[in-house]
């Protein structure tokens, strides 16, 4: 489907997540929609690969506000950065935000985001997850204490954000960069597309 997606394919769209990035990605997709934010729990247990615990978050997230607007289609996501099995979620301060930075020097980790959507009354569900690449530089410490410095950490997955002076991090990406922002949104705009 090109150009904007008409709401006749989606009569009522709620985004799941006080996102301020996901919110200005959807507008890209030409979709009216409202936000409201799910106050589901994010947990990240051991057992579960990380494109699982991306699944998880992003069906939670969904159902949980889905419970109480079952007319509507409901949008949950979930992103998280992950180097093997270790999850980088958002650090708790600027020391583990550095710390993570540091792994992530000179080495290729995966993005990951799950996402799911929910129309309730219908009974309704689809999930998917899209993973994209991304090699950093290797980083000095003068270089991660200086982002960490420029850019608010804390509420960015693997304390970074390619859109905030992500080319000081980044050497390459592999996939879909809007995925790394928050949202794949060339798959998300084929999942619209085959909505009933």
Not at 47 to 70: Q, T
Not at 160 to 182: D, H
Request: charged share 20%; hydrophobic share 45%; glycine share 8%.
């Amino acid at each position: 489907m090109n150009g904007p997606l008409m709401m006749t394919t989606l009569p009522k769209l709620i985004l799941a997540s006080a996102s301020p990035r996901r919110a200005a990605l959807l507008r890209q997709l030409g979709v009216r929609f409202r936000v409201v934010v799910s106050d589901a729990p994010e947990p990240a247990p051991d057992h579960l690969a990380p494109h699982e615990i991306c699944l998880a978050n992003a069906g939670a997230k969904a159902r949980a506000v889905a419970a109480r607007f079952p007319e509507a289609w409901v949008l949950g996501a979930d992103t998280e950065v992950a180097l093997g099995s270790r999850v980088f979620g958002k650090p708790r301060d600027r020391r583990e935000a550095a710390a993570f930075l540091r792994s992530l020097s000179g080495r290729t980790h995966q993005v990951i985001t799950g996402v799911c959507l929910v129309r309730r009354a219908e009974g309704w569900r689809r999930s998917f997850s899209v993973t994209t690449h991304v090699t950093f530089h290797p980083l000095t410490d003068r270089q991660i204490t200086s982002y960490v410095r420029a850019v608010n950490t804390l509420d960015k997955a693997g304390a970074y954000a390619v859109q905030e002076a992500g080319e000081t991090l980044i050497e390459s990406i592999e996939g879909s960069l809007t995925n790394v922002v928050g949202l794949p949104l060339g798959r998300l705009r084929e999942e619209f597309s085959k909505l009933p």
